[in-house]
């Protein structure tokens, strides 16, 4: 029995053809689409945060100490998913958009932030206990943003590794090398 091949049209393939390039001029115009913080959590991690007792909020943190050596690092007595450095190994090498907010480490000579931890919410670490160490990242970002507030939400896209950080500040289980660091804008919302 001879083999069967499907063989489109001319004009089929040039509309193929068309529409793989326009995708693909879609796709480079856009920026990727947002990479949800649970993912960088394993499912076992995910759910014993959802059975989690409420946390109470009087921390050292609550004095908005974050700042001072330690400040970032989970006090004592907390559920054991807030010390998690469990990662989802197939996040490792993953080009990503990950939206946060910045906590300045280091700045370079015109004040522009190159060393910065990524975290998943507003006031992270100042009024509650900060997050467990898969949902820090460290962003490295040789080319600098300048940061007026850390309750302005980034976007930042780059490669994602599995990577302990341990930092005076905080412990980290990921870093990420930023090829672009922006501001959210209204309009992305």
């Known amino acids: 029995m001879p083999a069967l091949f499907f063989l ?68 004592k007595g907390l559920p054991a998913v807030m010390y998690s450095t469990k990662t989802v190994a197939g996040m490792s090498g993953k080009h990503i958009r990950l939206g946060g907010y910045p906590v300045p480490l280091e700045t370079d000579a015109r004040g522009r932030s190159t060393l910065f ?20 990242v460290l962003v490295r970002y040789p080319k600098g943003l300048k940061l ?19 930092n005076d500040l905080a412990d980290a289980a990921y870093a990420l090398d930023a090829g672009k660091v922006r501001v959210v804008k209204e309009s992305d919302l």
């Open 8 to 75: 489109p049209s001319h004009s089929m393939r040039r509309f193929l053809l068309i529409l793989l390039l326009l995708g693909t001029s879609l796709a480079r115009a856009g920026e990727l689409p947002e990479t949800d913080w649970l993912e960088l959590m394993p499912k076992s991690d995910q759910q014993a945060l959802e059975q989690m007792p409420e946390i109470d909020h009087n921390s050292p943190e609550a004095n908005g100490t974050f700042t001072d050596k330690g400040g970032l690092k989970q006090s």
């Open 117 to 136: 931890f990524l975290v998943p919410y507003p006031g992270a670490c100042i009024h509650v206990p900060p997050p467990p160490p898969n949902q820090l």
């Open 148 to 166: 007026d507030d850390i309750y302005t939400p980034l976007w930042v896209t780059g490669t994602l590794k599995v990577e302990t950080v341990n």
